[in-house]
DNA sequence: CTGAAAGCGCTAACAT
DNA sequence: ATGTTAGCGCTTTCAG
């Protein structure tokens, strides 16, 4: 594992090839103010000369920064990995760091090992905070870096009690909205497909469709729950479930509408229309550009939003240290996209 | 940005907390050889006592290497990303590094900031080496870090003159074999809906399609050639435009399964029975595993030699420096899956 | 505005 | 087998 990179010129170098101290090279590659023009121009021709580039290593060490951050991903699923939520999380991260010279490093963290080894990683000071994505119920991991006193923000809450820093969407007004929505069409025996209801985001959800249904005055039926996993696949099983059970059902709030699609196969493939005899609301997980499926009614979660929150947040924490946690809730919002 | 992590304990605290030198705590964290196992155990426990990890910009700093390599995805199309085929690349990526200490970091590149900012990042040493997929034929990011001497494997060619080290698969043959299967079972008037052109991978298909009927006596046309951009829906497309132009089509060579599972869906609405009247095989990408289609006969791609193969010429390069480039070409295995 | 000097925490070569 | 020492290349006071 030898590495050697020969002929790298060093700051020094350049200090003496340009003629001057080697605390005025750091002020110009660092764009630090109180350097005479003619001198920075001096420095950054010396600069190019050498085809200088700066040791991150040695910045790292006298600096205490890296300058970088982690995405973690620690979906067990690892399938996760290929939902299009995920990546357009992605995406609006690295937007949202584009003009704060930070990189975005994303790690995969899918055993006892991998978790070590990154802890090392992060704690070892190679990045100087923590993005994390889809964490689960007893999920040690954001506990460990809150421990280590590293910045981190999580996608979502672990419980109703999470106190490391986290941003979250209103999954229980959106629910409730939704099914609000179907109801207020008329509809009165409205079903639900969640998420895997280790997940808090998914139980809320499930709490927002209750509460839509007390609120209307109807009560929650057991019967009428069946569980996915986000996949067209399970919506499908899923609601194949539903309607052997509850053949009567005319709504459903189903937990993204990737479920969504699998759902309106199922039943399509049972003879039900849609949306006349039934009506589908998913939470959008930004499959639906890609889809050729129908419009549906949708429950829109502020991705752009969500990356720049947690960039903020995150940055926060690294200014002042992990001394508090910070969260904060975005709120969702329905699109109507079928007039029934 | 300011960081401070007060209260880390260094190496020398250890040191003297464990009434040893620096020099023999440092070959206690580094599993070096050559420490009397009374000693190794104090310094374990001081270790443990004071909570230390070292830090890794000093290591790096001192040592020459960032025990990191980088993975880099420079797709345009971002949609890349929720393709299965990437997610299993990238797990059988990580199991081929789990024993070797060395942490994957996966980094999206999307635009000249960002190219800039990575080249940084590894030119500063942060990573020992760089994997790229999916690169398109005009890339100028594997010459600048060939440039900059830094060990670089690519995930295919960019074109037949490539030189930077790579592995890939033998598309040609892989297409070619495929092809001749379905000669064999008599079909005459067999077709291909191709992957996106600029991508060499997608060529060699191509050619391999060509071979295949030159082989068998018979001519390729140019309408018989539709192109895909490897996701369902364009093969959906690619495949009507096909049948349109070309109605006694019986077979068809699909860019991936992916895409010859859109390709299905079009011959089944133009009333083709499969495979019967036309039979389809795609390039395996890994989506059959989550499909409830029928299954197909596909091209197999090796995905765990892949990723073994990747790592083992980036360890060489890391490890010699980056003297030569190397190619490796995997064989593909055709996958018989019906019986017609 | 600029130069000099003191570390940052570790590895590796050299003593012992 | 273990302690000592000399850097690794940069940032950041502190003088000037």
Not at 78 to 85: S, T, V
Not at 149 to 155: E, I, Q
Not at 175 to 186: E, I, K, M, P, T
Not at 294 to 310: C, D, F, N, S
């Amino acid at each position: 594992m030898g590495r050697r990179r020969p002929g790298t010129p060093t700051l020094e170098e350049v200090a003496v090839h340009a003629r001057v101290g080697r605390g005025t090279v750091s002020r110009v590659i660092n764009n630090a103010a109180g350097v005479k023009e003619s001198t920075r121009r001096a420095v950054q021709r010396a600069i190019e000369e050498l085809g200088y580039v700066p040791n991150l290593a040695a910045r790292s060490l006298a600096g205490r920064r890296a300058d970088a951050v982690a995405l973690v991903m620690t979906e067990p699923d690892w399938r996760q990995f290929a939902e299009p939520f995920f990546s357009e999380i992605v995406r609006s991260l690295g937007d949202a760091l584009t003009d704060t010279g930070i990189q975005l490093l994303l790690t995969l963290v899918r055993s006892d090992t991998e978790r070590q080894r990154f802890l090392e990683y992060a704690r070892g000071g190679r990045v100087d905070g923590v993005l994390l994505m889809s964490v689960h119920a007893g999920d040690p991991l954001p506990d460990m870096l809150a421990e280590a006193r590293l910045p981190t923000v999580l996608l979502g809450r672990r419980s109703g009690e999470e106190y490391v820093s986290y941003v979250d969407a209103d999954n229980i007004g959106g629910a409730r909205s939704a099914v609000s929505h179907l109801l207020r069409q008329g509809r009165r025996r409205v079903a639900t497909i969640t998420g895997p209801l280790d997940l808090y985001a998914a139980q809320c959800r499930l709490r927002g469709y209750e509460e839509a249904l007390a609120m209307a005055g109807l009560e929650g039926e057991p019967t009428r729950v069946a569980e996915s996993d986000f996949t067209a696949e399970s919506g499908r099983r899923a609601m194949a479930e539903l309607i052997e059970r509850y053949p009567d059902i005319d709504g459903v709030l189903a937990a993204s509408d990737t479920t969504a699609a699998g759902a309106l196969e199922a039943l399509r493939a049972a003879g039900r229309r849609v949306p006349e005899d039934v009506a589908v609301i998913g939470f959008d997980d930004f499959s639906l550009a890609q889809r050729t499926e129908p419009p549906l009614t949708t429950v829109r979660q502020p991705i752009e939003e969500i990356g720049r929150a947690m960039i903020r947040l995150l940055l926060e924490e690294m200014e002042e240290g992990a001394v508090a946690w910070r969260h904060v809730i975005l709120r969702t919002e329905l699109v109507v996209r079928e007039s029934t």
